[in-house]
C-alpha cells in the first residue's frame, strides 16, 4: 500500500516562498502521475499540478503558473512543489496525490482528484497579507 506523507507547510508573507515535499513509500513501483492539489476552506479541492513519476514532464493549473514548479527524484521516492510569489489567495491545505493510471499529462485527466489513487493527509500552508 503506497504512503504519501507531506511536510513543509507553514505560514508566509505574501510575496514569500515556501517549498513542500512529498515522500512516497510502499509499492511505488506502480505508480505513474504524482499531483499536488489544495482545498481552502469552503471550497472545492483545486488542481495545482502534476508530473511523470519517472520522467520530469509537469503541467500546472492556470492559477499557479509562473509562481510554482514542480520536480521529482523517483530514486528517492519524493516529489516537491515550489511555491514562490505567494498570495494570500494560495491560503489552503495542500495534498500530494499519486495515480497507477497512464493517463497523459492534460489537466482535464490529471488534474481531476478521482483520477488519483493514493493521497497525503495534507499540509496546511497560510500566506498573510
Known amino acids: 500500500q503506497v504512503q504519501l506523507v507531506e511536510s513543509g507547510g507553514g505560514l508566509v508573507q505574501a510575496g514569500g516562498s515556501l517549498r513542500l515535499s512529498c515522500a512516497a513509500s510502499?509499492?511505488?513501483?506502480?505508480?505513474?502521475?504524482m499531483g499536488w492539489f489544495r482545498q481552502a476552506p469552503g471550497k472545492e479541492r483545486e488542481f495545482v499540478g502534476s508530473?511523470?513519476?519517472?520522467?520530469?514532464?509537469?503541467v500546472l493549473g492556470d492559477s499557479v503558473k509562473g509562481r510554482f514548479t514542480i520536480s521529482g527524484d523517483s530514486a528517492r521516492n519524493t516529489v516537491s512543489l515550489q511555491m514562490n510569489n505567494l498570495l494570500p489567495e494560495d491560503t489552503a491545505i495542500y495534498y500530494c496525490?499519486?495515480?497507477?493510471?497512464?493517463?497523459?499529462?492534460?489537466?482535464?485527466?490529471?488534474?481531476?482528484?478521482?483520477?488519483?489513487?493514493?493521497w497525503g493527509q495534507g499540509t496546511q500552508v497560510t500566506v498573510s497579507s
Open positions: 496525490a499519486a495515480s497507477r493510471a497512464r493517463i497523459p499529462l492534460w489537466v482535464p485527466l490529471t488534474g481531476d482528484p478521482k483520477n488519483y489513487d493514493y
Open positions: 510502499g509499492g511505488t513501483d506502480n505508480l505513474y502521475i
Open positions: 508530473i511523470i513519476w519517472s520522467g520530469s514532464n509537469t
